[in-house]
């Protein structure tokens, strides 16, 4: 005989199994994100952590930071270490303070102006040899810096701009990353928003620097942030070219500080702590740039 199944009883079994399988799948998602997060968590820590011990170092004196076992946070927290820095004579911390920021600002500005025509052109004109062109730039990204070092230095005795801070600045005055980096963000835009400024009576430029040029809020920022970080730290090229104490900049100083200051690794806390300071003030008011720009620059393209 067949067995006849209640209508009202399959009705009853169904609520309770899909209560029950979303319950289930709720669960999975909240462990799902425990373990993300734990692993973010961390992934953090692990990275804070030798920031915060450089942090914590710069304040102890020197007999608690040569104490075992080690001290974390600073029992006796001073800033003398930092004054140590601040009045030593051979150490003009402002100069060199100046130096880095010449020669970092000089950099942005001057690839912010030339990655964004570039791109402009790259992006939104056709002429002959425009894939060459590109192609071309987008070619220098894979050549190592160690091998355009001595041809750029040559260069720059002919030039004699060896052992001035120009030296530093107009090398790198275009970036070939910037250029393809607007250039995407830039293809983006409609055209047709061009168009209307052509029938407006706008000529090229003005299309450039009223039009194009207020759309790149992101990208100019995420660019103008790399680039001042990328100069700020950088070490190898301004210790070839700039050979005089009065012309160093800040990785340069802090590498001939910490030889000078090897026993003394508070001393050198200290000064690293000042070194990297300015770079974290900008990447704190810049992060969110960073990433809404490298996210915008991948629409199209």
């Known amino acids: 005989m067949e067995t006849v199944t209640s209508p009202t009883a399959n009705k009853s079994v169904r609520p309770s199994v899909i209560r029950q399988t979303a319950r289930l799948l709720r669960r999975q998602y909240n462990l799902g994100n425990y373990l993300v997060y734990g692993g973010l968590v961390l992934g953090l820590s692990m990275t804070f952590m030798p920031f915060l011990w450089m942090i914590f170092s710069s304040l102890k004196t020197p007999a608690e930071i040569a104490r075992i076992p080690p001290t974390f946070f600073p029992q006796n927290p001073t800033l003398e270490n930092y004054l140590t820095i601040l009045h030593d004579p051979r150490l003009p911390i402002l100069r060199f303070y100046g130096n880095s920021l010449f020669v970092a600002t000089a950099n942005v500005l001057s690839n912010l102006f030339t990655s964004s025509l570039l791109g402009f052109l790259f ?37 004699h701009l ?12 275009m970036n070939a990353f910037g250029i393809f980096m607007m250039r995407q963000f830039i293809s983006s835009l409609p055209n047709e928003l061009l168009d209307a400024a052509r029938i407006d009576g706008a000529s090229e430029w003005q299309i450039y620097w009223r039009v194009v040029l207020p759309q790149l809020g992101a990208a100019l920022a995420t660019l103008g942030t790399l680039t001042f970080m990328s100069n700020w730290n950088a070490y190898l090229w301004p210790m070839v070219v700039v050979t005089t104490t009065e012309r160093r900049t800040l990785p340069v100083i802090l590498t001939w500080y910490s030889n000078q200051h090897g026993t003394r690794p508070h001393i050198q806390m200290a000064a690293t702590v000042m070194v990297v300071i300015p770079i974290l003030i900008v990447y704190f008011f810049f992060q969110r740039w960073i990433v809404q720009g490298f996210t915008m620059s991948g629409i199209k393209g």
């Open 123 to 159: 992006a939104k004109y056709d002429f002959r040899g425009k894939r060459v062109f590109f192609g071309y730039y987008m070619l220098t990204m894979m050549i190592p810096g160690q091998l355009t070092m001595i041809p750029g230095y040559l260069i720059l005795v002919k030039l």
């Open 162 to 173: 060896v052992n001035t801070l120009w030296g530093l600045v107009l090398p790198s005055f």
